[in-house]
């Protein structure tokens, strides 16, 4: 049977939302702190999805005040929330459908704040989801430009309020930009999507980020470089399996370090890479991410078993028996850990071993061993060799075929500019 919830029409009071959530969840009833509600996060105007049996299965709400719109408050019933073992499919997407709905009913004239924290996962991605999306937080540079929108007793109150800066302001998004988003309970993203995301473009769509599900925060990998204090590793178990993907992989991916970063940060290609390396012996590996010669983007990958020390964590943190699979008890054996992510690489890593995967069947040679190549080659060139000669030759017309010849003022000083 296929489930079509959708999002009523009309706008609800906070008491009145509360009071239908309550009677259609009767085993799973409504919270939010008081504290919240009594403060200056206080919501009036509220949104409700619901089931086919008109039954509530989420709420998001919103605040209109003089110079601004507070808006927050979003909520989905265990039985649509995908990260809850309750889910029962097609009662999903409640994020897109109830922001797309909220969006056009508030004030466009009005700047947004919202807080961000976390009932479930690491507060520091729903922030970094905030600013994928184009919010500022009171910690940002760009913060000092954006709050010039709001007065600055409303600035005041809400520093007040969030002392630890998880706070932020964003203008409103028109529906085309809003649909571009991806929203932390759609499933993983067609290609087509991924044309349309600002972040993944349309020149390159793969995708290196750990999708959600079946990735979900692992908050028990500490890193000694800090990388994962604003990118909280992620785990997915496969029986005995465990793959995570590091802090300092996400770090990396996102352009911390020279020689990293990708505008194309979506979710579908990661898994490939697993499967590519499953039922390798413990080691360090590299793969690379085009068949492109000359596309030097490597991932970088390490298989762990028991005893075996994660990389670079800190305090040490050792694979023994007290690793389980959480679904099925299962004590993890391996661990396939992504570590790092060039977007460029001059020279081939060293120590590690290349796996095929994406069509890259052997290693590429990198611009250190073309030049080294070329060195080389220019040293015992010897051009009163007849035999080498006209070796060269013949090397140069090949390169230089199909070519269009060069302009005889090309390389005359008196036209250039």
Known sequence: MIVLPKVISAVYSYEDMKEKWNQDNPDNPYSRRDELQQGIYSLDKWLIRVDDNNKTIATIGWKEYPSHTVVGGLLAANRANPKRPEFEQGLGKNERALQSAREPQLNQSKPLIAAFGAREGSPEAWIQRGRDRGWVFSQDEEFNQIKSSIPESVTNEWNGAYPNGNWAIRPITDAESLSKWVFIDDPTPSWFDMLKSKQGGWRDILKVMPPSPPFVDYGSYPEADNTHVNDTPQIYYMGNIAVIVRGHYLNRVKGGGSGHGTRDRNTDELLNWV???????????????????????????????????????????????????????????????????????????????????????????????????????????????????????????????????????????????
């Open 275 to 417: 499967e590519c390396v499953k039922g390798k012996p413990n080691g360090n590996y590299f793969m690379y991410r085009t068949k492109n010669p000359h596309d030097y983007q490597t991932i970088m990958i390490d298989i762990i078993g028991k005893g075996q020390i994660f990389p670079n964590s800190f305090p040490v943190k050792q694979l023994g028996i007290d690793m389980k699979n959480p679904e099925t008890g299962d004590v993890i054996v391996s661990v396939i850990i992504f570590t790092n992510y060039f977007n460029r690489s001059y020279s081939k890593p060293t120590g590690r071993k290349f796996v095929a995967c994406n069509g890259v069947t052997k290693e590429k040679k990198h611009p250190a061993q073309r030049k080294t190549e070329k060195i080389k080659e220019r040293q015992e060139f010897n051009p009163f060799d007849p035999v080498q000669a006209e070796a060269k030759r013949k090397k140069l017309a090949e390169e230089n075929k199909g070519r269009s010849p060069r302009s005889p003022r090309r390389n005359n000083r008196r036209y250039r500019r």
